[in-house]
């Protein structure tokens, strides 16, 4: 399964300094906590500028809500996120995803 992920900032420089800041950290430590990332973008537009989108999977049937919570109480992830004020996120979207079977 994958979940798409929208962090919403503040503003384009705030995101911009979470994606090039942290989202290159969480790439590399995610995979011990059973995630994979499969792609960190910024938004392209006036609307988006100002958010982070990143596509992670996980295993089929696997506790979401349980791994990131794990991952978010790891010192892998304090020790990334450390410097960062997690109040300059407005807001974080989720969406489970499967791939559609196309023939």
Request: charged share 25%; proline share 2%; with cysteine.
């Given at each position: 399964?994958?979940?798409?992920?929208?962090?919403?900032?503040?503003?384009?420089?705030?995101?911009?300094?979470?994606?090039?800041?942290?989202?290159?950290?969480?790439?590399?430590?995610?995979?011990?906590?059973?995630?994979?990332?499969?792609?960190?973008?910024?938004?392209?537009?006036?609307?988006?500028?100002?958010?982070?989108?990143?596509?992670?999977?996980?295993?089929?049937?696997?506790?979401?809500?349980?791994?990131?919570?794990?991952?978010?109480?790891?010192?892998?992830?304090?020790?990334?996120?450390?410097?960062f004020?997690?109040?300059?996120?407005?807001?974080?979207?989720?969406?489970?995803?499967k791939?559609?079977?196309?023939?």
């Open positions: 399964m994958q979940q798409l992920r929208i962090y919403t900032l503040i503003d384009k420089q705030t995101a911009e300094d979470y994606f090039t800041g942290y989202w290159t950290k969480h790439i590399k430590s995610l995979p011990k906590y059973g995630f994979e990332c499969k792609g960190v973008w910024i938004g392209n537009t006036a609307e988006s500028e100002n958010q982070v989108i990143a596509i992670v999977s996980f295993p089929d049937h696997a506790d979401i809500k349980e791994m990131t919570e794990c991952y978010m109480k790891s010192s892998d992830f304090i020790q990334e996120m450390a410097g004020d997690k109040s300059k996120i407005t807001s974080i979207e989720t969406k489970i995803m791939s559609a079977e196309l023939h």
